[in-house]
């Protein structure tokens, strides 16, 4: 096996962290990223884009995937890949906090925001939470439907202007800018709404509910 050089990684980031360009450019840019110390405690820049996975990666047919939204809904709604790719767009500039210590400043997404996807759903009253289920088998998350609809939030195909790879939880991956990554669900299949809130496949091994890092949000009893 090759040893790692960043001369070969094309997502390695050299010199300062990037920072948003014009925002009235049509980009969102996820405040958080607005901080003078964009480094929550207990976390560190990498320059790098590490690879972590619960499992393994799954094998994804872009021809038979699909994204559904139902639950606590008026209206169910299911998209094929060429489906998803046609509703509106947006891009999303963000920073990348996973609960393992490690931040990746200045991230780049399009994709398709949650609150578009929520609003042609229509969401019922009794909704405030999500369960994001994803091709990883039994593997699940749950978010406060509040986060979810923050503006930054979205499910994204593209990272730094390239496609998101399977590694990194191609083709479609949910992004909360400002939780923990492990909210920002790979391999998204699915999005059910709830009453209740359903701890999901970290949650249930003592990952905190919530998860922000901002307060230290990376266990149950934090």
Known sequence: MALYSPQTDPKYQRGDAPVADDPTAGVVVSPDTQRDNRVPDGQYRT???PVLHATAVPQIDSSTWQLTVDGLVEEPLTFSLEQFRELPRIKVFADFHCVTAWSRLGNLWEGVSLSTLLQRA???????????GAYDANWTTNVPLAALLESDVLLADT???????????????LVVPRLFAWKSAKWVNRITLTADDQPGYWERLGYHDNGDPWLGQRYRDA
């Open 122 to 132: 229509k969401v019922q009253a009794a909704a405030k939470f999500a369960v994001v």
């Open 159 to 173: 990272h730094d202007g390239e496609p998101i790879d399977a590694d990194h939880g191609g083709p479609v991956r």
């Open 47 to 49: 320059r790098k884009w």
